[in-house]
Every structure is written in C-alpha cells, then in structure tokens.
C-alpha cells in the first residue's frame, strides 16, 4: 500500500512538473552531445541569469491577476531603450549613467503600460493575442518617432548616434559608456566563475518586492481577480483599476530590465533589440512551469537557466551530432516559439488529467 501511494506520488510529481523535467532531460541530452565544458556552461548561464532574469520576473504580478502572459514587455522595453538614447544624446556613462536611464524610463513605462492596462481591460479574456498584436504596433509606433521624427521634430544633433542624413537614429548604438556598470560594481570570481553580485542583488531585490507586494491588500486583490473576476468585483474590488495597477507595474520592470540586457550586451540595435523581448521571456518562464494562470519566482528562474541552457548548448550540439552548426543556429531559431506552443499544449494537457483525477475522488 506504501509502494503504491509512493508510486501514484511519483507519478503525480512527473505530471505536475512535466514541462520542466521534459526541458531538463532536453538541455542533459545537449550539453553531452555538445561536449563544451562544465564551467563554460555555468560561466555562460550565470552571465544569461544576469542579463534576463529581471526581464522574465516582471511577467510574474499580470500571470497572478489573471491576464496571462504579457507579450507587450516589448512595450516596456522600448520606455527603458528610450533612457538609453537620453544618456547616450547627454553622454552621462557610469553606474550613475546607468541608473538616470532608469529613471527618465519611468514616466514613459508608467504612460506606455497604463495606456496598454486600459487597451486590456476592453479585451478581458482575449489579453494574450492583444498585447501581443499591441506590441507589434507600438514597434511601428516607436520606429515612426526614431526614424522620421529625430532631427526634425525632435532636436538630436549628435552624429555618433544620427543617421548621416540628420534624420533618424543609427541602427546601432554604441553603450560601451555603462557596458558592465553594474555587473562590475560588485563582483566576485569563484572557481573560475565570474559572478556579478549587485546585479542579482537588483534581482533579488526584485523577488523580494514581488513576494512582499503579493501579501499586500493590492496583492491579494490581484490574486481575487486572476481566480473569478465576477467573485473579485461581487467583493467589492475595483477589477478594472486592479488589472491596471498589474500591468503598469509589469511594464515599469520590464523597461529596468532591458536597461539591464543592454548594459550587458554593450549594444543598443536601436530598432530590433526590443522584438523578441515578450517572446523569449515567456518561453523562459514558462519552461518553467509556469503557466497562463500561475507563476512564481522559481518557475522564472528554473526556466531562464533552463531556456538559456538550451541556447548556450543547441549550435555545439548540432554541429557534432550533425556536423553541421547551423543545424543548431535553426535549432536556436525555432525553440522559443517550439517551446511556447509545447509548454502551453502540456500544460493544458495537464490541466485536464488533474480535472479528472478531481472528477475521480468526487466521485
């Protein structure tokens, strides 16, 4: 009897946590058949956690509100690239560079994301598709202001990040001026691996604030509201200023984020860094497994050292299984989209064997 309750445990376990066991058995399989070494695997996904994991987090608060996964990150992302250009335009470098960026993204974020809460709140239900499509508008939207607008209506002279023309920004923006400002603020090396300790205190920090808002009255509202939002309203909670507050909050992180990205990379692609923003951060978390009506902190971090393990192994991989890198660059391709469309079908058929066993011991 023991042996079978342990047995229908295990199974359980397995079906609970199906997507990030099948992704862990995935990322094994690739980093035997890409015979890298172990520390330059950890070395390259400790520096991917730095990079993107705030990114991934801020998905965390609209997931527990009940509006899915938020695709306009890329939104936000744009309010942060716009801090960016600011520094660059006034060529104010440093970690003091790096945190005015954050700052002037503010008001844009909190613009950009009340004005993405309002579009959500005439969609409820349909909230992944029009963010998604909303992103890409706002793409267009973002493109027309940097490449018609600057140097005409928006006074930029600067020719380093001017098209020759003198209107509109370069495709590429060099940020060597805060590249590692805040990786190298606070960093240790052990064992060969470079770890860069206040940009996952900021990370930390972030959990922390998500863990605390959670518990708060806004906190528990959102969680009113993801669960039944007739039941949240008949309760006397404000639905519609909740779901606002939710995704506000969700693109003010994810503008911080990407200023965080860029000043990894060191390179600011003016007019794609932003595109694939909402696209690998939600393949991330939900590798996770996280889903459409749940995320945590673990799920964000499970599947960003997961996601990113995959990226880091796939082109190595394919090269000496196929002898053929590119194998593993399509690999790379097509993962983040094979990964969304896999972890949503898993989960929901989760879902319904868990609706069963529920049926089951009802009956």
């Known amino acids: 009897m023991k042996a079978m309750f342990s047995k229908k445990t295990l199974i359980k376990l397995v079906r609970t946590n199906m997507v990030p066991l099948l992704f862990f058995v995935i990322c094994l399989g690739g980093v035997v058949a890409s015979k890298l070494s172990f520390l330059y695997i950890v070395n390259e996904i400790v520096n991917r956690l730095d990079r993107n994991l705030f990114l991934v987090l801020s998905l965390i608060i609209p997931v527990v509100a009940g509006m899915g996964l938020n695709f306009a990150l890329v939104i936000g992302a744009m309010a942060g690239q716009i801090g960016l250009i600011a520094i660059k335009v006034w060529n104010i470098g440093g970690i003091s560079g790096l945190f005015l960026a954050m700052l002037i993204s503010v008001p844009f ?18 909230e992944m598709i029009t963010s998604l499509i909303l992103g890409f508008f706002a793409m267009g939207l973002y493109q027309l202001v940097f490449l ?21 920004l370069k495709n590429a923006i060099d940020l060597s001026l805060i590249q590692y400002a805040l990786d ?22 972030l959990c922390l604030f998500t863990e605390f808002i959670l518990k708060t009255k806004i906190g528990q509202d959102f969680r009113a509201v993801g669960q039944d939002m007739h039941v949240a309203e008949v309760a006397g909670i404000d639905v519609e200023r909740t779901r606002l507050v939710a995704i506000t909050i969700s693109t003010l992180l994810a503008a911080w984020g990407q200023i965080i990205f860029l000043q990894n990379i060191g390179t600011l692609q003016t007019y794609s860094s932003h595109e694939q923003v909402g696209m690998f ?47 593993g660059e399509f690999f790379r391709s097509f993962v983040a989209y094979g990964v969304i469309a896999l972890s949503l079908a898993l989960h929901a058929i989760q879902k319904n064997f868990n609706a069963n066993i529920g049926a089951e011991s009802n009956d």
């Open 109 to 126: 974020a909190l613009v950009f994301g009340y004005a993405t809460g309002i579009l959500l709140n005439k969609t409820k239900g349909k």
């Open 281 to 327: 951060a939600v393949a991330a978390i939900l590798v996770g497994g996280a889903s459409v009506t749940k995320a945590t902190i673990s799920n964000a971090i499970i599947g960003t050292i997961l996601f990113h393990t995959l990226f880091i192994v796939s082109p190595n991989a394919g090269k000496n299984l196929f002898g053929d890198p590119q194998i």
């Open 184 to 205: 190298n603020l606070l960093s240790i090396n052990m064992m060969g691996v470079k770890i860069p300790v206040a940009s996952f205190i900021l990370i930390g920090l």
């Open 148 to 168: 018609l607008f600057v140097g005409t209506i928006i006074p930029i002279k600067n020719p380093e990040i001017v098209l020759p023309g003198g209107v509109g």
